[in-house]
């Protein structure tokens, strides 16, 4: 039988969604359904001096309306899951509606529920609210500042954290050969999963459960957070994520708006629905990045680089979100050497609160933010000493006989050999007669410019020890089950929960090699917190390095049951047996043999098993990995800069990405390219944008750039797969490679096109503005 | 709310319907909620994102800003009535092979759209597709795949209509 | 966000001018769908206004004071508006200079708006407000020539 795993196959779970059978959140209809909406505020900090519902509470359908005071005692507070430890964390309490201030625009006021789509925004529309405006606190180095605005009036100078790993003397900075010294914004974005999120609630007052349906990338987190907020038994509360229409991060937070439409259903005992609309998804939902990053890079003149130190001041908003806190510090901190063997690094960051929409991870969380540092400041210090690009990465790389390598905060890579991608990106674009095109071009006054990323980042979360002591309210290890039915039909539960990432073909790939039985025979259950018993969810790139390493080790301790089972009917030893494409042998003795479909009917039946063996064919395996996974790989894009126009066009985009163990290489291909259309998206496009006073300027699909089909051209792509050790596949996250590399390798491109006009840097998103402002200000002109 | 619903009469998927709506009721809504077709799904609310597009009267509509009351005597096809599970559509095939798609979100919107595009130009480029892409958005993709499977779809059609040619000559 | 706008009004003292613009009926009649126009208190009204700003349509009320009133030169229009869409927050400076064939009329103003408005309607705040005041001073311009005919 041919190998599943290494397959470019199509996926099993198109078919519904290509005919219109997905079933989505919205999609969800219930007898007696009411809908629910969130009055938000409009101010970005303010006094809830009243809210008057009388108006309100006349309109036709409505059936309630609740504020902050109505819920308080009611619902607990909504609480972060990151408690990064030696940090001096202040979480400011989060209720599930604002109470008598409003700390960012789009805090929730009020809830209403009522009969019908339309009418509850009726209602809305009529309740009063008087507000008495504060000053705000927006950007967060100002926030910091004495006499700043404090969002949280008991949180001086509203840090929120104070995070510091490794040490850099002054001397390792001022003493050194060549010192690069930067400060790069890394810009505020939306994740913009094309479905806004959603709840719906329903209550059976008879057996006290609750279900909620909810999008959610982690249903068990959500499960047990509002259990805690609800004040509900995690067995009687049941999850359902149904299909979701992507989270890139935006749904891993327990948000007040789930508990509260949880809340509702009780309180009614009625199903209750809530759908976001997109420009209260803009404000609600959490966004991503968000950090000024100070870095000062030291080293010899012959390139070798010797010390690092940076400085992250973070905005986290005006709560902590769920994993807020992690993302500037843990995730971000302890990767700031990225793929080079530099001797000596620290990162201290500052989490800040401000007047704005909390932020959380967003595709790559921490990673995309200090590989563009490190590449960035790369990029500066070979130019400063005249070297090539290449030639710098390559003499300052982790050597592959180093690892597993460990970084300078002590960080242990996995695996790595980070000269292959290199190389093989070099090959796609015979980098010399490129360079030699860019000088004859520049002669004609053409800007081309080619701009590289080697990245390494850290994703497949992880060892629950490591969780543990680094602050996590959770265990980050994976949970599968797989079922055999009498038929042979195998159902397969794991805990990591799809979204868009095709993991029901991928996993099948798995156990179908491992079972040796068709794609077909095997359906998988995920996203439900009632067949589920346990899991951690999807995010960090986790999915396939932990859940398929639980789904790897439940489907050979199936087979390892069947073994024997096989060997008992043959009358042999359970190492004479054999087992290969689904069929048990005797060795040498091929005739003798029992198919899969056979000895799961044998086990189910329990007519004739070994003495001591329990009946069924079920295994459940939970797997922790030893360590994280450390993918890497280069990236290299060419792009020409209109000088008239400060336009940019991407003219090659090369992805050369070392994932370990590639499952399915197109949808791993899929992933590359979303990957790098959301990077490339921050680089050239995207931004959220708040004014002075706090106000959202950004809060549509009008005025927030999403990439475009006609932005890119056809990305080339290949793999190469150094294994990682710490999983049964051996292999890496693929989900945030493509976010993490291309934000830095877009960016090293155009300033590179912009060599002529001395340009050094130019803060995110390169609007045609902002890049013929930089040309028109350069040298020569 | 004191305004008296109105008739609506609509041909959705070869189908004829017809029921009383608010008049300030979405087509979108309507199809979704008064129809059951919830293939076509809302992204934006601002007509940007193209994941409600629908056929209607051989024109691709953003469903989501148009009212119901404004379809009234035209004939609509949304994904339901593309094609089935067993009987796929050349788009739906297109993008199933291709990998066109990942969440499938925006997926319906991004074939009514294609579709549309691919009645007006049967061959098209590479540059003709992203260009016909300019309506919708999709963020799992990166776009390179529904490119790939409006070509195979293309072709698909285009193998298609060489049978019907032979059958009919 | 600032806004500058100035009109030009020929043949026109700048006494009618100010007369004009203080007079309640005029300004009822100029301001963009005026439903309610109101003298509260002294130099204090109470308006409310159908606006339409591109997607944004809606009605707002409106609190607008007259300060630092230096007769005929200038004067600051303080506006606090409400709407479903969001709110608006101007501080207007009105300065009238006479030039040679008539006076021209300067708005400085500084706004604030919330809510849509900003986070949706913002981009075209700013041409919209253009459109509505060049309106709002055509409309006044023909109040003050048919008062001086009268």
Not at chain 1, 394 to 418: C, H, I, M
Not at chain 1, 744 to 767: C, F, H, Q, R, S
Not at chain 2, 116 to 130: H, S
Request: contains cysteine; proline residues 5%; glycine residues 10%.
């Amino acid at each position: 039988m041919v190998k599943h795993v290494g397959a470019r196959l199509k996926r099993k779970e198109d078919p519904k969604l290509l005919t219109g059978n997905g079933n989505f959140a919205d999609d969800i209809q219930l007898p007696g359904l009411l809908h629910a909406a969130i009055l938000r505020s409009p101010h970005a900090h303010a006094l809830i001096r009243k809210i008057n519902i009388e108006k309100a509470l006349q309109a036709p359908g409505v059936v309630a309306i609740y504020t902050g005071k109505d819920l308080e005692g009611k619902i607990g507070r909504i609480p972060s899951s990151w408690l990064v430890p030696d940090a001096n964390l202040k979480e400011a309490p989060q209720y599930p509606l604002a109470i008598d201030r409003a700390r960012y625009v789009g805090d929730g006021i009020a809830l209403v529920i009522a009969e019908g789509r339309y009418a509850v925004r009726d209602v809305l529309d009529l309740i009063e609210v008087e507000y008495e405006t504060l000053p705000v606190a927006v950007n967060q180095k100002e926030a910091m500042a004495e006499h700043a605005p404090l969002v949280h009036d008991d949180i001086e100078n509203n840090i929120a954290l104070h995070w510091k790993a490794g040490e850099v003397d002054d001397a390792d900075i001022d003493g050194a050969e060549v010192v690069v010294r930067a400060s790069f914004n890394v810009q505020r974005v939306a994740p913009s999963a094309m479905e806004t999120r959603a709840a719906i609630g329903q209550y059976n007052p008879g057996s006290g459960e609750l279900t909620l349906w909810c999008t959610s990338q982690n249903p068990h987190i959500h499960r047990m957070v509002l259990s805690e907020v609800l004040n509900i038994s995690e067995s009687k509360l049941q999850i359902i994520v149904p299909d979701m229409g992507g989270g890139f991060g935006g749904k891993i937070g327990v948000y007040p708006d789930e508990a509260l439409i949880g809340y509702a259903a009780r309180d009614l005992g009625r199903p209750v629905k809530w759908v976001e609309e997109r420009n209260e998804h803009f404000s609600a939902s959490n966004h991503g990045r968000d950090e000024i990053i100070d870095v000062e890079l030291a080293g010899k003149s012959d390139g070798t680089l010797t010390a690092i130190r940076v400085r992250n001041t973070a905005n986290l908003g005006a709560y902590l979100s769920t994993m807020g806190p992690g993302v500037a510090t843990i995730d971000f901190g302890l990767m700031i050497t990225g793929a080079y063997a530099i001797p000596k690094a620290s990162c201290e960051t500052f989490g800040v609160y401000t007047n704005t929409t909390p932020t959380d991870a967003y595709r790559g969380a921490g990673k995309p933010e200090s590989t563009y540092q490190i590449e960035r400041a790369i990029d500066l210090f070979a130019k400063k000493i005249g070297m090539d690009p290449i030639e710098i990465r390559r003499k300052n790389f982790a050597k592959k006989e180093d690892f597993p390598y460990t970084n300078a905060q002590g960080l242990v890579y996995d695996s790595g050999d980070y000269e292959k991608p290199l190389n093989k990106a070099l090959e796609m674009i015979d980098y010399k007669k490129l360079r030699e095109e860019q000088a004859n071009q520049r002669k004609k006054g053409k800007l081309i410019g080619i701009g590289i990323s080697t990245y390494v980042e850290l994703c497949g979360f992880g060892p629950s020890a490591v969780a543990g002591a680094i602050g996590f309210q959770g265990g980050v290890w994976e949970n599968s089950t797989v079922r055999v039915h009498p038929s042979g039909k195998v159902n397969v539960y794991t805990g990591t929960s799809p979204h868009g990432q095709g993991h029901d073909t991928t996993f099948s790939q798995v156990v179908a090699d491992k079972l040796g039985i068709p794609m077909e025979d095997i359906d998988f259950v995920f996203n439900d917190t009632k067949a589920i018993s346990m899991g951690w969810g999807t995010y960090g790139s986790r999915s396939v390095a932990v859940g398929g390493g639980a789904v790897s080790m439940a489907a050979d301790r199936i087979v390892d049951k069947a073994k024997k089972i096989a060997a008992h009917e043959l009358e042999v030893s359970v190492d004479e047996i054999d087992f290969s494409n689904g069929v048990f042998q005797v060795k040498g003795a091929p005739s003798k043999r029992r198919t899969f479909k056979e000895i799961a009917k044998s086990a189910n039946m329990a007519w004739n098993l070994p003495a001591d063996m329990e009946p069924s064919l079920e295994k459940q395996a939970f797997f922790d990995p030893s360590n994280f996974v450390y993918p890497f790989g280069t990236h290299i894009v060419i792009v020409e800069v209109d000088k008239d126009t400060g336009e940019i066009e991407i003219k090659r985009y090369i992805a050369v990405d070392d994932v370990g163990r590639v499952i399915n290489p197109l949808t791993a291909e899929g992933q590359v390219h979303g990957g790098i259309a959301q990077g490339v998206g921050q680089a050239l496009w995207e931004g959220i944008v708040y004014n002075d006073a706090g106000q959202l300027l950004s809060g549509s699909f009008m005025d927030y750039a999403m990439p475009k089909a006609r932005f890119f051209p056809r990305i080339e792509t290949a793999f190469t797969e150094t294994l990682s050790p710490v999983n049964p596949l051996g292999a890496k996250g693929i989900g945030e490679t493509g976010t993490t590399a291309s934000i830095p390798a877009v960016m090293n491109a155009v300033i590179d096109a912009l060599e002529p006009y001395g340009v050094k840097d130019i803060e995110m998103p390169l609007t045609p503005e902002k890049v013929w402002r930089a040309i028109q200000n350069g040298e020569g002109n | 709310m004191g305004i008296q619903d109105v008739s609506v009469g609509v041909i959705v998927n070869g189908k004829e319907r017809c029921a009383e709506v608010e008049p300030r009721t979405l087509l979108v809504h309507y199809l979704r909620d008064g129809l059951g077709l919830k293939g076509t799904h809302i992204g934006c609310d601002t007509s940007q994102c193209g994941a409600c597009t629908v056929m209607l009267d051989e024109a691709a509509v953003k469903s989501c800003t148009m009212l119901a009351v404004q379809a009234d005597g035209t004939e609509i096809t949304t994904v339901e009535g593309l094609g089935t599970i067993k009987n796929l559509h050349p788009i739906q095939q297109g993008f199933w092979e291709e990998h066109g798609l990942q969440c499938g979100y925006c997926t319906p919107g991004v074939m009514v759209a294609m579709v549309a595009l691919l009645k007006e130009n049967p061959n098209p480029t590479d540059e003709e597709i992203r260009i016909g892409l300019e309506g919708v958005i999709c963020r799992c993709t990166g776009y390179q795949f529904i490119v790939n499977a409006v070509k195979h779809a293309a072709k698909l059609m285009a193998e298609q209509n060489i049978e019907i040619e032979e059958v009919l000559s | 966000m600032k806004m500058e706008h100035s009109y030009s009004f020929k043949g026109i003292s700048r006494e009618t001018l100010w007369k004009t613009i203080q007079d309640k009926e005029v300004l009822r009649k100029a301001l963009p769908g005026c439903k309610v126009f109101e003298e509260v208190e002294d130099n204090v009204f109470h308006s409310i206004l159908g606006i339409n700003i591109g997607p944004i349509k809606g009605e707002f009320t409106a609190d607008v004071q007259q300060v630092d009133k230096q007769e005929p030169e200038s004067y600051r229009l303080l506006v606090h508006a409400k709407g479903k869409p969001g709110e608006i927050e101007a501080d207007a400076a009105m300065h009238m200079e006479e030039t040679e064939d008539g006076v021209t009329l300067t708005c400085n103003a500084d706004v604030e708006v919330t809510g849509l408005l900003a986070s949706i309607g913002q981009r075209i705040v700013g041409g919209v407000a253009k459109v509505v005041i060049g309106q709002f001073f055509k409309d006044i311009e023909k109040e003050t020539k048919q008062m001086a005919e009268m």
